[in-house]
């Protein structure tokens, strides 16, 4: 982002904020840290999406600032507030979480998982647990007819893992549960063709596949920071 101008990426490329514009979908980009971090800004408004947030405009809006912008908690709060007039709508939102980003200490976190922590990983465990609960109330608040796809930015030292998660997750239907790994590229590709599945009804209609979820609201969360497991229940 910092060494790429906009222009010179997406001017040859489609992605998929433009995509789902076509179909007439209201696409969404919100991110708790600043806009002016790695340049984000100008290539999300690059990427096409109508309407974008960063932590600039949650500014004065009565949330309390952390060390790395403002929480999870407060940026979920932002989304379900601006989404909440947009329910007869197709809705395409990405979304850039911050909270559980090293050095995974929360100012303001009322209900620690581990109140005494004092170690790093003790304090990783407390940050994870708060994201969680973000997430949890933004999929429990969502549309009923809502997918998910979520998924970490980088590994973690904290817990030794060399990998991320990424889960699909739906509302209104099971889907097949797939275990195993997949590369950064499969992902992508992965995203596309589902997504692309939906808008055109083209493709194989395999048992739990996104096809199957009747509206068109799809929510990216990709937490940035450190890989950790989701709660969901």
């Given at each position: 982002?910092?060494?790429?101008?906009?222009?010179?990426?997406y001017t040859y490329t489609?992605?998929?904020a433009q995509k789902d514009?076509?179909?007439?979908?209201?696409?969404?980009?919100?991110?708790?840290?600043?806009?002016?971090?790695?340049?984000?800004?100008?290539?999300?408004?690059?990427?096409?999406?109508?309407?974008?947030?960063?932590?600039?405009?949650?500014?004065?809006?009565?949330?309390?600032?952390?060390?790395?912008?403002?929480?999870?908690?407060?940026?979920?709060?932002?989304?379900?507030?601006?989404?909440?007039?947009?329910?007869?709508?197709?809705?395409?939102?990405?979304?850039?979480?911050?909270?559980?980003?090293?050095?995974?200490?929360?100012?303001?976190?009322?209900?620690?998982?581990?109140?005494?922590?004092?170690?790093?990983?003790?304090?990783?465990?407390?940050?994870?647990?708060?994201?969680?609960?973000?997430?949890?109330?933004?999929?429990?608040?969502?549309?009923?007819?809502?997918?998910?796809?979520?998924?970490?930015?980088?590994?973690?030292?904290?817990?030794?893992?060399?990998?991320?998660?990424?889960?699909?997750?739906?509302?209104?239907?099971?889907?097949?549960?797939?275990?195993?790994?997949?590369?950064?590229?499969?992902?992508?590709?992965?995203?596309?063709?589902?997504?692309?599945?939906?808008?055109?009804?083209?493709?194989?209609?395999?048992?739990?596949?996104?096809?199957?979820?009747?509206?068109?609201?799809?929510?990216?969360?990709?937490?940035?920071?450190?890989?950790?497991?989701?709660?969901?229940?």
């Amino acid at each position: 982002y910092e060494q790429i101008a906009p222009e010179d990426i997406y001017t040859y490329t489609e992605p998929l904020a433009q995509k789902d514009q076509k179909k007439g979908f209201s696409t969404f980009f919100y991110h708790n840290y600043l806009g002016t971090f790695f340049n984000r800004r100008p290539h999300v408004t690059g990427q096409g999406y109508e309407n974008i947030f960063f932590s600039e405009e949650m500014d004065n809006l009565g949330y309390q600032e952390e060390l790395w912008g403002y929480s999870d908690k407060d940026l979920t709060d932002f989304i379900l507030k601006k989404q909440k007039g947009q329910s007869d709508k197709a809705l395409f939102t990405y979304i850039i979480t911050v909270s559980s980003h090293a050095d995974f200490i929360l100012l303001h976190n009322p209900e620690p998982l581990l109140p005494n922590a004092k170690e790093p990983v003790e304090n990783y465990y407390n940050a994870i647990n708060f994201v969680d609960k973000a997430l949890k109330k933004l999929i429990t608040e969502s549309p009923e007819d809502s997918l998910f796809f979520i998924f970490g930015d980088h590994d973690s030292e904290q817990i030794s893992a060399n990998s991320v998660p990424f889960i699909i997750y739906s509302k209104q239907k099971r889907l097949s549960a797939q275990g195993g790994k997949i590369t950064t590229d499969q992902m992508i590709a992965l995203i596309h063709a589902q997504v692309e599945n939906k808008l055109t009804g083209r493709g194989p209609a395999a048992r739990g596949t996104v096809r199957k979820i009747r509206r068109h609201n799809f929510y990216f969360w990709r937490h940035f920071g450190q890989n950790h497991a989701y709660v969901l229940s």
